[in-house]
């Protein structure tokens, strides 16, 4: 079992940054795949980045560039930083974990993690 508390979402004006924690605790966080999702009201759940045991990343399209996805084992921890924010951009975000995947595994498809946070809302402001 792996427990997950995000933290560090709030309300930012356009062209602003946050940063984005997840906390891990529980079983083994370094053996799992982790990744961001979020999800806007009215609209489906969509992952933004995911990141291998081995520290590989991927990013959504809609992110690139914008959006760093992170991980440091000794803190059971990741991070996601956000910068040049868009209004867009709004929604909730969810830390995922995936206890089922190999060292150099990445996905944004919901159905291959097991464990999820609670969220922690984004607002950008135009």
């Known amino acids: 079992q792996v427990q997950l508390v995000e933290s560090g979402g709030g309300s930012v004006q356009a062209g602003g940054s946050l940063r984005l924690t997840c906390t891990a605790s529980?079983?083994?966080?370094?053996?799992?795949?982790m990744a961001w999702f979020r999800q806007a009201p009215g609209k489906e759940r969509e992952g933004v980045a995911s990141i291998s045991i081995g520290g590989i990343t991927m990013h959504a399209d809609s992110v690139k560039g914008r959006f760093t996805i992170s991980r440091d084992n000794a803190k059971n921890t990741l991070y996601l930083q956000m910068n040049s924010l868009k209004p867009e951009d709004t929604a909730m975000y969810y830390c995922?974990?995936?206890?089922?995947?190999?060292?150099?595994?990445?996905?944004?498809?919901?159905?291959?993690?097991?464990?999820w946070g609670q969220g922690t809302q984004v607002t950008v402001s135009s």
């Open positions: 995922a974990a995936a206890s089922r995947a190999g060292i150099y595994d990445l996905s944004l498809l919901q159905f291959r993690y097991n464990y």
């Open positions: 529980g079983a083994s966080y370094s053996n799992h795949m």
